[in-house]
């Protein structure tokens, strides 16, 4: 394993974590999907304890996965084995199952939902605790002394933030916050335009939320399952027509490098300066995903090639 520092605490971090979305099951709220589709809690156990045993210690969770349920069963998988593990989940966005998630980032709030979270993964302290959205302007100082109080009390070790539908904020927010959470994989590249500023990131959805890894429809998704609806109605079969011209072309790059495009795709960000977070659910699959490692570096002609797609 390799592994990297996160933040300014001085976080020791495998490079290849484990998104902890999944472990949430279904979840749908007003006919709308939240969750990564069903979920099998001893084979979730059993990836997380092999995942440990050979070298991964970054867990990702939130709040809202599942309503709580992803940070119970990280709890329970996690049961004497606290110190060998980095526990990052978010907090700010607020459901109980009746209506649509609320974005909230009042002082109240975020400790109620801290003090939740430590609660559902028995806990004293959360090595990183990050926003679960970007607040608005005239809030971002307050809710920043808010993350720092609870640092003071020791409840979180050092937080930062998730940009998901925020990229372009980086270069503001960096002034903040040194630990940003994103999506960065093959299709989605923006994060690489920051480079410079020298920031700890965790590259959320490495696959594309499956279309690295060959899942093009949502025909066999559980009504639960959030690809069956992205944004404004958009499917992860609309997403793949968007993309599929440049998914075809890394395909018959991984053919003529023998490398199965899962493989790559997570290896070009390991040479890169990303943390990946693939989503988990099985031994079999976090088993796979860890030989990327045998390909990292990647090449300078590999990621010439892969940069011109």
């Not at 084995?81 to 909230?104: H, M, P, Q, Y």
């Not at 890894?213 to 959030?226: A, R, T």
């Amino acid at each position: 394993m390799i592994y990297t520092i996160l933040g300014k605490k001085d976080i020791k971090a495998s490079r290849i974590g484990f998104g902890c979305w999944q472990l949430g099951g279904n979840l749908v709220i007003e006919k709308n999907p939240h969750g990564y589709g069903k979920i099998n809690e001893n084979k979730a156990i059993e990836a997380i304890h092999y995942s440990i045993d050979n070298g991964v210690n970054f867990f990702d969770t939130a709040d809202a996965y599942g309503l709580g349920k992803s940070e119970i069963i990280l709890s329970k998988a996690l049961k004497g084995k606290r110190n060998k593990v980095v526990i990052c989940t978010k907090g700010g966005k607020f459901s109980d199952g009746s209506a649509e998630f609320v974005l909230n980032s009042s002082q109240e709030y975020i400790v109620s939902a801290c003090n939740n979270s430590l609660k559902r993964l028995n806990t004293d302290y959360i090595d990183i605790y990050l926003l679960h959205f970007i607040p608005p302007k005239e809030q971002i100082e307050n809710t920043i002394e808010t993350l720092k109080k609870l640092q003071q009390q020791g409840k979180i070790r050092d937080y930062g933030i998730s940009v998901v539908n925020g990229i372009h904020k980086i270069p503001e927010l960096s002034k903040n916050f040194s630990i940003i959470e994103g999506y960065y994989n093959l299709l989605l590249r923006d994060f690489e335009k920051y480079e410079s500023l020298n920031l700890s990131f965790i590259a959320a959805s490495p696959l594309s939320r499956g279309l690295l890894s060959g899942k093009k429809n949502i025909s066999n998704l559980d009504d639960g399952d959030v690809r069956k609806k992205w944004g404004k109605g958009e499917t992860q079969h609309d997403w793949y027509i968007k993309q599929q011209e440049k998914i075809d072309k890394f395909e018959k790059l991984s053919n003529e490098l023998n490398i199965p495009l899962k493989i790559l795709a997570i290896a070009y960000i390991l040479s890169n300066n990303g943390l990946v977070i693939p989503g988990i659910k099985t031994r079999n699959q976090i088993c796979e995903l860890m030989k990327s490692l045998e390909h990292v570096p990647l090449s300078k002609e590999i990621v010439k090639k892969i940069k011109e797609i």
